[in-house]
């Protein structure tokens, strides 16, 4: 299920101390959900080309990483990854939370969309802003190491905080929220499931049929006319 590896992935985000060594595998799994979401929203469709640039980014972190190993002094390249690392972190996270508020709200699932409310506004502002304290230049601004050495265990910790809160929002969509693909085909259709989704699901299958039925319907009744129309001709 989608929203279930959706889950997995973005709980290495958690990994804010060493995480070239787990944002490879993190854009991997966040690319594999995002894509079997794709047909659900288009906010998925745009993270899942976010999190393949993010991938991009893990082999680049992890080449650093046994670089060092080598003796191969990489820092400074390293320096410059944070800023747009942060920054495809908080544009990924902000895909996710657009697109689960819009399925939710379609759905009805009312839990899932009260969490996407909290995490929003929190997310919206706390990411980016982290983003942009890791560019270099900005901690040049800042005179005082122990002032800077402050912000920075603040946005760390604020950064942890919006992660745990979009984990509980994702977590919560896997809850309530059900893929049409995820039930049992050999289940009675009939019969209304207690995911939303699932029965918009139907009803859509059931709007499509009937519009068909109607359009085989029309062009029968068109044929019709046009056989008696000839008739008279005769």
């Known amino acids: 299920m989608g929203f279930g590896i959706l889950f997995f992935g973005y709980f290495l985000f958690l990994n804010l101390t060493s995480p070239a060594y787990t944002d490879l595998l993190a854009g991997l799994i966040l690319l594999l959900a995002l894509y079997k979401l794709t047909p659900v929203n288009k906010f998925f469709r745009m993270g899942a080309v976010g999190a393949g640039i993010f991938s991009a980014f893990g082999i680049f972190e992890l080449f650093c990483e046994f670089a060092d190993v080598f003796g191969l002094d990489m820092s400074e390249a390293v320096s410059y990854i944070y800023a747009p690392r942060s920054l495809l972190v908080a544009v990924i996270s902000i895909l996710i939370l657009t697109g689960i508020e819009d399925v939710a709200r379609e759905v009805g699932a009312d839990a899932t969309l009260g969490r996407v409310r909290l995490s929003k506004p929190i997310t919206y502002t706390v990411l980016p802003l982290h983003a942009i304290l890791e560019f270099p230049s900005v901690g040049s601004l800042i005179p005082s190491a122990y002032a800077l050495a402050i912000i920075s265990l603040v946005a760390e ?68 006319e046009k056989q008696k129309k000839k008739g008279k001709r005769k």
Not at 175 to 197: L, Q, T, W, Y
């Open 157 to 224: 910790l604020a950064v942890f905080v919006v992660i745990i809160l979009n984990i509980l929002t994702i977590y919560s969509a896997y809850m309530h929220i059900c893929m049409p693909e995820d039930v049992d085909n050999d289940a009675d259709a009939d019969k209304p499931s207690r995911f939303g989704i699932v029965n918009k699901f139907r009803q859509r299958q059931a709007e499509k049929q009937q519009e068909y039925a109607e359009y085989k319907l029309g062009r029968m009744k068109a044929k019709s």
